[in-house]
């Protein structure tokens, strides 16, 4: 199996530094990354994947079972770490790719050194005492929201099949983050992610980790990323001035901050 | 132009453009037929138009500076804003076409359209996002009911693949407990068989056995119930039973065939649907001493059985006068009888083979001679190899060859041959 | 493949009923239903022609007896007429050449 072909592996920046993965979340693709990999391309060999179902990853590949649990996006990252011979690589999770992370840190703890989990959450579902955000229904809303623009995309699409002569790379966006989510494919993503409980696993965590929050996050409030900080001993806990889900991509400069002072000190 | 109107058209017209002119641009910005809203970078709502607010059931004063954007969907639409709408936006700096849904203050929902533009400062860095909303309304109720047409139309296409897989398992279960499971050893006696089944859907009527009889003998038989399907498999099985009962209380070729005959007469004669069968029943006797193996059997209406020599002859075992079996209340059947020597073989067959087509339509079948000639060649070999080579000739007839097909081959090698192939 | 047709005609002996194109698996029961359809009176005599059936499977053979015994039900003779050789090799090998009435052709098969 060629697993670069399965998850479009890329490999960039300093062949002789230490190896980061970044590791996108549900719902988009390697290219989120884009305001990270300058950051880090002179001093380290950065590896960025899509898991399957996602971007440009090969969707022949795609096994609904294996995709049902966090454990088989997480085989695919020990494997992506085995193809390329990866040791001690540091690995950049956001959302539910941090708990991938953290699967495949247990998994393969020869491959992954070090954990940057970005806007983590465990548990999405409120359990009991512990807040997660959101209800079983809130995520059944989700899926319908998934399933109306299955066909809403047809307005998307539009563009990129006459082309758009004067911004070509408009197309091409458009192409790598709509064209690849299948739906049904997205679905499975999307139940496996927000179904999951990967509270226990925490506890597991081995290596240094530095937790990212933000002060204002819709999906992983602050106090889950307390909540992540708590169950892994010896994290460290960074909270960043950014609203939204994605502070790699609404204020990476704090976030690239955050993520290179981190992996300094690991050296 | 068709058709000129001669009149003066200004007095009227002059009215409405005037009413236009009178149309400011904030004024179509606050009754725009969809809603406007620009928002800070971090979503926090900056400006709204009152189309957006008479929606949302919202005062101005209450979202302004208060509320982000995402503070207007349902929590599922959040999730999606979140994990999807916003970083494509991040990353192409528009996005068009999202169908999310807006809260309503006293909690209703209205599925909007939505689409955003990042405005840039003079030096390139992002400022705000533009968002314009339409109502879908009417559009998503047409969309949901695609969705569960193509919901329902999936589910029973996925209901009736599996049902159909489900009775092929349960069909490839019934043809195989039609069939034995392995033929037993026979001392001084090489055994080989092969099944042709022509349609998955269709269970076959053809049936082939053996069995031991005693210490010495072992009983043997093919045959073809007239019909396909469960029908005839029942009587497929019923057949099957029946002779190896009736060999174990009188091992008489044409006793086995009479019992046969008495139970499928009075079983199915009184139904109006008749249902019989044509049979090949046998009992060999190998006799270590000699190396030879008698062998007795009765036909009721079957095609007749081959024999193969091992000098390389092949001739029929004619069986004439035997009846279908199940037809009459008592049926005559013929009986014929052979000696098997080193390297003869007997070969039974079903009319799947005789009666392929060999040519367009049903004009040219395969017929009784073409298959001596074919077996005459493969004289001396031992079961194994006749069946493969007759194997072979089965899958050359390709589409020819549409009904099931059933092979048995009984031999007595000849000292110091190797079979080439195990069936 | 030719589809079955058949008609049905009243001789002086009784009803013969013409069977044209190839009879199995996927028609018999029609023939079937055709004939027990028709009315007999004791003493009368079915016949089928058979000359123009280019085909007939076992389930054709089937139909054939039930079509026999159809007539023995109401006391009625049965015969078939002009089957075309292929059959006939069949039906011996079955060993109905013993217990059916053949004819070279209906008119043969419809005399007094």
Known sequence: MDVARRNNVTVTGNPQGPAVLLAHGFGCDQNMWRSTVPALVEDYRVVLFDYVGSGRSDPSAFVPDRYASLEGYARDVVEVCEALDLRDAAFVGHSVSAMIGVLAADMAPERIGALVMVAPSPRYIDDEDYRGGFSAQDIDELLDALESNYLGWSAVMAPVIMGNADRPELGEELKNSFCATDPDMARVFARTTFLSDSRDDLKRVRVPTLVLDCTNDAIAPREVGAFVHRSIPGSTLVTLDATGHCPHMSAPEATNEAITRFLAGLR | ?423 | MSPLQITLRDAVTGPVLNVTGELDYTNAAELLDRITAVALQPGRRLVLDLGGMRFCDSSGISALIAARNHALAAQADFALAAVPDHTLRVLRIVGLDQILTFHPDSDTATRP
């Open chain 2, 1 to 423: 132009m068709m058709c000129r109107e001669e009149h003066d058209p200004r007095g009227a017209d002059q009215a409405v453009f005037a009413a236009l002119l009178e149309d400011s641009a904030e004024e179509l910005y606050e009754s725009a037929p969809c809603g406007y809203l620009s928002t800070l970078m971090d979503g926090t709502i900056a400006k709204i138009n009152a189309t957006l607010l008479g929606w949302l059931g919202r005062e101005r004063a209450a979202v302004v500076g208060r509320m982000r954007f995402s503070d207007l969907l349902t929590v599922g639409g959040r999730l999606y804003h979140e994990t999807h709408f916003a970083p494509l936006l991040r990353m192409q700096g528009e996005i068009s076409g999202i169908a999310l849904e807006i809260r309503q203050a006293d909690g209703g929902r209205v599925p909007v359209l939505v689409s955003s533009v990042v405005k840039h400062g003079s030096t390139g860095e992002p400022l705000l996002i533009r968002t314009t909303v339409f109502d879908a309304r009417d559009r998503r109720a047409y969309e949901e009911e695609l969705l569960r047409g193509r919901k329902v139309a999936e589910e029973a296409r996925r209901q009736a693949e599996a049902d159909r897989a489900r009775l092929q398992d349960a069909l490839a279960v019934l043809q195989q407990a039609l069939l034995p499971d392995a033929l037993p050893p026979i001392p001084g006696v090489e055994t080989a068989s092969y099944y042709h089944t022509a349609s998955p859907d269709r269970l076959g009527g053809d049936f082939y056995d053996v069995f031991p009889i005693d210490g010495k003998r072992f009983g043997f038989f093919l045959g073809d119930v007239c019909g396909k399907g469960p029908r005839a498999a029942a009587v497929t099985s019923l057949t099957r039973y029946t002779l190896r009962a009736a060999a174990l209380h009188d091992p008489d070729p044409v006793s086995a065939l009479t019992t046969l005959n008495k139970v499928l007469h009075e079983r199915y004669a009184g139904e109006g649907d008749p249902r019989f069968c044509t049979v090949v029943f046998g009992v060999l006797e190998p006799d270590a001493a000699t190396g030879q193996t008698a062998v007795h059997l009765a036909s009721g209406g079957h095609p007749p059985a081959l024999v193969l020599r091992a000098d390389g002859t092949a001739g029929f075992l004619p069986t004439p006068g035997g009846l279908l079996v199940g037809i009459l209340p008592a049926a005559p059947f013929a009986t014929a009888t052979t000696v098997l020597t080193a390297g003869d073989t007997l070969l039974l067959y079903t009319d799947g083979l005789t009666e392929a087509r060999t040519g367009e339509g049903r004009a040219r079948l395969y017929g009784d001679e073409a298959l001596l000639s074919f077996v005459t060649d493969h004289a001396g070999e031992r079961p194994p190899d006749v069946i493969h080579a007759l194997t072979e000739l089965l899958r050359g007839f390709g589409d020819g060859l549409d009904d099931d097909t059933a092979l048995l081959a009984l031999g007595v090698p000849a000292p110091g041959t190797e079979t080439k192939h195990t069936i």
